[in-house]
């Protein structure tokens, strides 16, 4: 069973700073492009930003480029999301996945392991 486990979530005002780290087991990780999804209330779960396995190539939803960003450090198999300049509308749970591919994805289909999700709360 390949386990994917997020943390850093938390309240936080708008304009403030998190940072979401997600860890995987070390025989997934090394071969893993990794992806953060969220999902708020009523809404359906989407892509925030990718990885591939080097960390050499990144993707990002518009609505987060310029503020977020992805990085992992393969030596801890942790894949980080850094969120800076939050807004109320980044309120939602946040969730870690693994892609066992060396290119990463941007559709929730791309990925086959997921975390159990992280909630992220921003006030105004």
């Known amino acids: 069973q390949v386990q994917v486990v997020e943390s850093g979530g938390g309240l936080v005002q708008a304009g403030g700073s998190l940072r979401l780290s997600c860890s995987a087991s070390?025989?997934?990780?090394?071969?893993?492009?990794m992806g953060w999804f969220r999902q708020a209330p009523g809404k359906e779960r989407d892509f925030v930003a990718g990885i591939n396995w080097t960390g050499g190539v990144t993707a990002y939803a518009d609505s987060v480029k310029g503020r977020f960003t992805i990085s992992r450090d393969n030596a801890e198999n942790t894949v980080y999301l850094q969120m800076n300049s939050l807004k109320p509308e980044d309120t939602a749970v946040y969730y870690c996945?693994?892609?066992?591919?060396?290119?990463?994805?941007?559709?929730?289909?791309?990925?086959?392991?997921w975390g159990q999700g992280t909630q992220v709360t921003v006030s105004s």
């Open positions: 070390r025989r997934t990780f090394s071969s893993s492009a």
């Open positions: 996945a693994a892609r066992v591919a060396s290119g990463l994805g941007v559709a929730q289909n791309d990925y086959n392991y």
